[in-house]
């Protein structure tokens, strides 16, 4: 699932013992529950002194940080702490549930909007019609191409096996 794969590559990227670290929405592809636990037991105490610049949409997280930046349509229009920012008279709540809203209007309009290649061709008189969203067809498509019948080959663990532990095979 999506959030073994993020709490894979975080793990990932803790056991490299690195001095910067750049997180990419790590959380977004787990529950809100489960996001907290990791991002107090991964950022806020085992990487406490370590550098580390965290992107996110979740503002439950913010009141940690050092410095927040704040982007819009990849513009800063913000930066500063958490309580600088407030001072400033910018309300972080209202920002989120305006992007959600945005974001909800285009998931919407994609949903709603369908082209003729989305619809199937169906037989004459009936009143059933197939529409599917382009993405899932897509997404099906891309399934059916990544399987592999046979065995797996040796390079493919050898290379699995770097990427876990590399520095110790280096």
Not at 60 to 68: G, T, V
Not at 87 to 99: F, N, V
């Amino acid at each position: 699932s999506g959030g073994q794969k993020a709490r894979l590559s975080l793990a990932r990227a803790l056991y490299h013992s690195a001095d910067i670290y750049l997180l990419d929405d790590p959380l977004s592809a787990v529950d809100t529950r489960v996001a907290k636990h990791i991002y107090q037991k991964c950022c806020v105490e085992y990487l406490k002194d370590k550098a580390t610049i965290l992107v996110t949409h979740n503002i439950q997280f913010l009141k940690d940080a050092h410095q927040i930046l704040v982007l819009n349509d990849g513009e800063c229009v913000a930066i500063g702490s958490y309580t600088q920012l407030k001072e400033r008279g910018i309300d972080l709540m209202a920002y989120q549930r305006l992007t959600d809203e945005t974001n909800d209007r285009a998931v919407m309009k994609r949903r709603t909007s369908v082209t003729p290649s989305m619809v199937s061709t169906i037989s004459e008189g009936s009143d059933v019609t197939d529409v599917r969203d382009a993405k899932q067809v897509d997404e099906q498509e891309v399934k059916a191409e990544l399987k592999m019948i046979g065995s797996v080959e040796s390079s493919v663990y050898l290379a699995y096996i770097k990427a876990g532990a590399g520095p110790l095979l280096d």
